[in-house]
């Protein structure tokens, strides 16, 4: 039962084009979302989040876009850089004390030069 | 400003031993959650503790898996009797308060089951 899921298992794009990533989720008790950017053999990092009472976060190069009613949600980078090449991975939690997170099974993006 | 630390980083253990995985929490951090992931899977929760108390353990599985989180010193994430199975990658991850969502994690600890 993938409550969050990212069904493209990897995506490459040229460096200095835009590059986006996709997540859907299918529990509507889910009001916070966020990205995580992990490197091979290291802890996923915390890239950027969004509350469901927005529709857009936007931190720099990367953008959160937030679509409730189609329960779906999109990661812009703009412009690409060969450094943000790694798995990214979506992550959904409730409203309340405990905050655990459910992820995705993760993108892998590579930023050609 | 230390990060949450994890050790060990690599964890070699032959079928039927004792798995022992620590974590210590970012500088003030007292919640803590243990995550899992296996091969070509995303991160799976596991539990949620803060210290001394267990607040959400339905990720676990029923046997031979145990988590604390005490008031001094670090989680300990406890696998007795490892089987192949349980080879997978163990993150932690702590937060400042209850319903923070933003969570920060380690660096993770390596199982490997022989």
């Known amino acids: 039962d993938q409550q969050v899921k990212q069904n493209s298992p990897s995506l490459s794009v040229q460096e200095g084009r835009i590059s986006i990533l996709n997540c859907d989720y299918t529990n509507s008790m889910f009001d916070y979302f966020l990205w995580y950017k992990k490197y091979p053999a290291e802890g996923p990092t915390f890239l950027i989040s969004i509350s469901s009472i927005k529709d857009k976060n936007e931190d720099g190069r990367f953008t959160v876009f937030l679509n409730k009613s189609a329960k779906h949600l999109s990661l812009h980078i703009v412009p690409s850089q060969p450094g943000d090449s790694a798995v990214y991975f979506c992550a959904a939690s409730k409203a309340g004390a405990n905050s655990k997170l459910t992820f995705g099974k993760g993108i892998t993006l590579s930023v050609r030069p | 400003n230390a990060g949450v630390m994890q050790n060990p980083r690599h964890l070699v253990r032959r079928r039927g031993q004792e798995a022992r995985l620590r974590c210590s929490p970012m500088k003030g951090h007292s919640h803590v959650y243990w995550y899992r992931q296996l091969p070509e899977e995303g991160l799976k929760f596991m539990v949620y503790l803060q210290k001394e108390n267990i607040i959400d353990e339905s990720g676990m599985p029923k046997e031979r898996f145990s988590a604390e989180f005490p008031k001094e010193g670090p989680s300990i994430l406890r696998i007795q009797q490892v089987v192949r199975g349980d080879s997978a990658a163990y993150f932690c991850?702590?937060?400042?308060?209850?319903?923070?969502?933003?969570?920060?994690f380690g660096p993770g600890t390596r199982l490997t089951v022989l």
């Open positions: 991850a702590s937060s400042p308060q209850a319903g923070y969502n933003e969570q920060f």
